[in-house]
């Protein structure tokens, strides 16, 4: 059977990495230079880096370029230290967070777990469920169980978890994922959810859309809903357009909608939800800083008969994934398999005696869905 193109060039570079003729760091020729080189479309060069990258082999950089990451050997001289320190060739790690869902968070630790495995290391997960006590007591468990170094997702709120400032300051091995602690000089790997933000707004504005609503729960000091909020505003002052504070609309839905006994509080926030949109007719676009507003929105304008996008555009963070056509949402994609595997390699290599603190701050794909449309035109069926 003959090798497809695309593997013929992963198997060239990956030959040159294996006999030293590309060295851990090197850079790895564009996408372009290798269509040109070997006579094919920039789509099949791009497949076989894709798959290194993917493989581990080579880690790509938006804006610079693909680099050799050489993660065999990297992993071995890992493995020699520890073993050398006299602890267990054997490895574990843990992995502290709120929960996970489909929209966001499973690939996530996915990831984290597959990578991982790549150093040859064990995962320990522990789920918080957004409690504080919680994650204290899933810290303390951690350390008593002998891990090595520990991923943690911090809860949302304005007080955080005193025991992660503790590890910090005794240069225990942490990494912080999804978000930062503002004052804690931890590293951390975590969404450019400013820049983020702000592209979900301006491609709302470059749909037409001149009155544009955030909708977002009660700031708690968390940095992600900060951050997001920042862009949102960034938007309207660098395309120079007036930005109402009435339209930004907190709501708590998105967290009340998964408690059980708090149905009529929901309820509430539904019918706040509902107000807010009858009071600004003007409105015609939203961005909800999470999954769970986007669909709960839907609801609501549905239930004022109107529609998405015909009506009203929605951009919110993270999606379901979709097999067949589009996905519902028009949303920002989180990249997290890569923001998975940064965060394992960033903690191994403070396993390892780094102590440089690093902070990543992480790209991010906007992708359109069914929920957006011009204002200017109507929309075809």
Do not use: W
């Amino acid at each position: 059977m003959k090798v497809p193109l695309y593997k013929q060039i992963y198997e060239n570079i990956l030959q040159k990495i294996q006999t030293g003729e590309l060295k851990h760091g090197d850079k790895i020729p564009s996408e372009k230079e290798l269509a040109d080189g070997f006579q094919v479309s920039r789509i099949t060069s791009k497949k076989a880096l894709d798959l290194l990258a993917q493989e581990q082999i080579i880690e790509r950089v938006q804006g610079k370029g693909s680099f050799v990451n050489y993660l065999v050997e990297e992993t071995e001289n890992m493995l020699n230290s520890i073993q050398t320190l006299g602890v267990k060739k054997e490895l574990t790690i843990g992995l502290v967070l709120p929960g996970f869902s489909d929209s966001y968070g499973a690939k996530l630790v996915q990831s984290i777990e597959n990578n991982t495995s790549k150093y040859g290391a064990n995962l320990l997960i522990k789920l918080t469920r957004d409690k504080i006590e919680d994650e204290e007591k899933a810290i303390e468990e951690l350390v008593e169980a002998g891990v090595k170094g520990i991923i943690i997702m911090p809860i949302h709120g304005e007080h955080y978890n005193h025991k992660i400032l503790e590890l910090v300051l005794k240069k225990f091995p942490i990494i912080l994922v999804d978000r930062y602690l503002r004052g804690i000089q931890a590293n951390a790997v975590f969404t450019d959810n400013i820049n983020a933000s702000k592209k979900a707004t301006e491609y709302l504005m470059s749909l037409g859309h001149q009155y544009i609503a955030y909708i977002t729960p009660p700031y708690d000091g968390t940095t992600v809903l900060e951050d997001r909020m920042k862009g949102y505003q960034l938007a309207h002052t660098e395309q120079h357009k007036p930005l109402n504070p009435d339209y930004i609309f907190t709501n708590d839905g998105s967290d009340l909608a998964f408690i059980n006994n708090k149905k009529r509080e929901y309820e509430i926030e539904i019918e706040n939800m509902r107000n807010f949109i009858l009071n600004h007719p003007e409105i015609t676009a939203f961005v909800a800083c999470r999954n769970a507003f986007a669909t709960i929105l839907l609801h609501v304008i549905e239930s004022l008969d109107k529609k998405v996008p015909e009506d009203y555009s929605i951009v919110c963070f993270d999606g379901m994934h979709s097999i067949i056509g589009k996905h519902p949402f028009t949303h920002i994609k989180q990249l997290e398999d890569e923001m998975g595997a940064i965060t394992v390699k960033r903690l191994i290599s403070q396993i390892n005696g780094e102590e440089n603190i690093k902070t990543e701050l992480m790209n991010f794909d906007l992708i359109e869905g069914l929920s957006t449309a011009s204002i200017k035109a109507p929309v075809k069926n």
